[in-house]
C-alpha cells in the first residue's frame, strides 16, 4: 500500500457557493427512480401505513448516523472517499475505492440505461405509441429481449442513442464543477422533480378509483409489524434509498464550508428523500387504483414494482385516462428523468473527485475519460439480453456490495479512527449534538443489521438462484463483476499518490 503523509497544505478545493446549493445537490443525489417504483411497493407488501413505522425507525437508527458519518468523514478530511480513507489509514485507502469503482462502473452504467428507457418513454408518450399491450410493446418490441442473459442479442438503437443523449447531459452537468455545474444543475433539477412530482399526486387524487388505492397504500396492517422481514425490508429500504455507501455524499461534503451544520444537513436530506418517497407512493397508488377500477381487476392483480410499475403499469393507466393522458404520461416519464440524472451526475462526481484527489488529472479530462467509458459500459445492457444483465448486476452490488460498503465503513470510521473523534467534529459544528447512541449504532447496531441482511440475502440466493437465473450467470456475471472491481480497487489504491496528504 501506499503511505500516505501528512503535514502539507492541500491544494485549493472546490466549495458549494451556497448551503443551498449543496442540499439541492444531495437530496438529488438521494432522490432517484427507486423512490417512486421501488418504496411504494416495498410499503405495501410489508403492512401499508404500518411499515412506516418501521421504516422510520431504521432512518433515525442507521440512515441519519451513516449519513452524518459520511458528511462528517468528508468535512473532516476533506476529500473523496479513497483520500478520506487513506487519511485514516493507507490501509483502508482500497475500501473508498472499491466503493467509487463499483458504484461508477457497475451501478452507474445500468442506471444511465433506465434513464434512457425513460427518454425514450417520453416521447412514447406524446403519441401513447405503446398501444394496447405495454407488457409486449416493453419487453419484446423496445427492449427485444432475448431468451436469457447467454443470449446477448443486437444493440437496441433507440436506447443506445438515448444513453448518448444521457451521458452527453451527465458530461456537461459535471464538467463544470461544482458551483457552476452541479449546483447550478440541482437549483434547477430539484425544483422541476418537485413540481412534477406534486402536479402528478395532485391529478392523480381526481381520478375515479384512486382514492381506492391511495387507502390500500396507507391502510396499516399491524400484524406485520411481528415480522422479522418487515423490518428487515424497512432498514434495506433505507440503505437503498438514500446513496450512502456509495462515496458520494463523503466527496459532496468536502466542498462544504469549515463552517457547517453538519448534523442538521444530513438530517435534512434524509428528511426530504423519505418525505419524496411518501408523497410519490400517493402518485403511484391513486394511478394504481385507477386502473384497477377501470379493468374491473382486484388491486393486487394491478399493483408491481421495478420497471413493471413505470414501463407497463403505468402506460396501461395513462392508456385509459379520461383526458390529457398524453400530458400525463409525459410528466410522469420527465419526473423519472429528472430523477435519475440528479443521481447519476453525483456519482459521476465521487468518481471524478476519486481520481483528482490522488493522480491530480485535469478535472475536464478526467470527466469527459469517465463520460465515454460509461457510455460504452453502458451499451451492453442496451442489448436484448441487457435487462437480464441488468438485474443480476443490479442484484449483486445493490444487496451485497453496498451492504459490505457500509459494513466496512461503519468499521472503519467506528473502530479504527474512533467515533467519537468524528462524533466531536460534528458536535463542533452542529447545533443539533449527538450523544453515545450514535456511536453505538456506527460500531454495533448498523454493522449488525448489514451482516444479517447480507447472511439471509445470502441464504436465499443459495438456496435458489435469484429469479431463477443458472448459477452460471449469477457468478460469471454477478459475483465476478463484484470480484473484478474489489481487484481493480486494490491496484489502484497500491498506487502512490501524486502529491502529500495532510488532514484538514
Known sequence: MSTVHSGDTQPHRAQWKTRSGFLFAAIGSAVGLGNIWRFPYVAYENGGGAFLIPYFVALIAAGIPLMILEHGLGHKMRGSAPMAFAKISPNWEWVGWWT???VMFGISL????VISWCVDYLFFAANLSWGADPNTFFFKDFLGTTSGPGEVGDLRLPILFSLLGVWLINWVVVFFGVQ?????ASKIFIPVLVLLTVTLTVWTLFLPGAMDGIKIYLTPDFSKLGELSVWGAAFAQIFFTLSIGFGIMIAYASYLPRKCDINANATITCLANSMYSLVAGVAVFGTLGFMAQQSGKPFSEVVTGGPGLAFVAYPQAISTF??????????FFLALIVAGVSSLVSILEA???AVVDKFHYPRRSVVTVLSMLGFLGGMIFTSGG?????DIVDHCLSEYGLFFACILQCLVVGW????????????GLSKWQLGNWWEFSIKFLIPGVLLFLVISGLAKDLKEPYEGYS???MVLIGRDWLLLTLIAALFVAARPWRKKLNES
Open 100 to 102: 467509487v469503482i463499483f
Open 110 to 113: 445500468y442506471y444511465a440505461v
Open 180 to 184: 457552476k455545474g452541479i449546483e447550478k
Open 322 to 331: 379520461p383526458s390529457f393522458a398524453k400530458l400525463f404520461g409525459v410528466c
Open 351 to 353: 468518481f471524478t473527485a
Open 386 to 390: 441487457g435487462l437480464f444483465w441488468l
Open 416 to 427: 479504527i479512527y474512533k467515533a467519537k473523534k468524528l462524533r466531536e467534529h460534528v458536535n
Open 471 to 473: 448459477w452460471l450467470a
